[in-house]
């Protein structure tokens, strides 16, 4: 039981790249989560993915776009990477639903633009 | 839309002392969940301890308990007899209740520092 797994874990991109940060989960959770982690900010929310076909808009969406492939995966594709987009990025689950359910998060990718 | 503010961007406190860190939110919910999350060096995020708005009981975990205060929308985080491994960033959260609406708000985090 891997529980959320992220890769890559480090990635360095020049400006206007291109790339996919891929996240999974093995607990069959519903929903899922991309995070992004900037000094001094605390964790924002970018995407999230209520339930297998629905995504939603977070607080920092612009620049990302993000895929629920399937129930276990859940891609945040970077078109065109910008030095602002240099960050630590989680990609989180949970079970979804009424009542509680705890957020279980991956490891986190560091992002670095260039 | 819902705010965390953590006031403490550091704190420091001496190894078996007790430390409180402080976190205020602000919402029109009356109901919601409040969470203390720690992040270590390694950068996993790891659930310290959760409060349901409409228990009035203070939630408790070991070492860790909260001072849960609804009416001033407060929610500090208490650890006793610290330890060298209770060193990390910690995050206060917020989180809905609504059926959709399960995101976390985080606020700007505390980094705890613990003196030997």
């Known amino acids: 039981n891997a529980g959320v797994t992220q890769t890559p874990k480090f990635q360095v991109l020049k400006t206007g790249q291109s790339m996919t940060l891929q996240c999974a989960q093995d607990?069959?959770?519903?929903?899922m989560y991309w995070y992004r982690q900037d000094p001094g900010m605390g964790l924002r929310l970018i995407y999230y993915s209520a339930s297998e076909g629905t995504t939603d808009k977070g607080e920092v969406p612009n620049g990302y776009n993000v895929s629920r492939l399937n129930k276990r995966e859940f891609s945040l594709r970077l078109e065109s990477a910008a030095p602002s987009q240099t960050s630590v990025y989680f990609c989180?689950?949970?079970?979804?639903?009424?009542?509680?359910?705890?957020?279980?998060f991956g490891p986190g990718t560091r992002l670095t633009v260039l | 839309a819902q705010t965390v503010t953590q006031s403490q961007p550091e704190m420091s406190v001496q190894e078996a002392e007790t430390v409180t860190l402080s976190c205020t939110y602000d919402?029109?919910?009356?109901?919601?969940?409040l969470f203390w999350y720690k992040q270590p060096p390694s950068r996993q995020m790891i659930l310290v301890i959760r409060?349901?708005?409409?228990?009035?009981q203070n939630a408790t975990e070991n070492r860790f308990s909260v001072n849960f205060q609804k009416a001033a929308k407060s929610f500090s985080l208490k650890i006793s007899d610290s330890q060298l491994g209770d060193a990390a960033m910690y995050f206060c959260?917020?989180?809905?209740?609504?059926?959709?609406?399960?995101?976390?708000?985080f606020g700007q985090g505390t980094r705890l520092t613990i003196n030997p």
């Open positions: 989180a689950s949970s079970g979804g639903g009424e009542g509680y359910n705890e957020q279980f």
């Open positions: 959260a917020y989180r809905s209740v609504v059926l959709g609406a399960q995101k976390l708000v």
């Open positions: 409060q349901e708005a409409y228990k009035q």
């Open positions: 607990m069959n959770h519903n929903s």
């Open positions: 919402t029109s919910e009356s109901d919601y969940y």
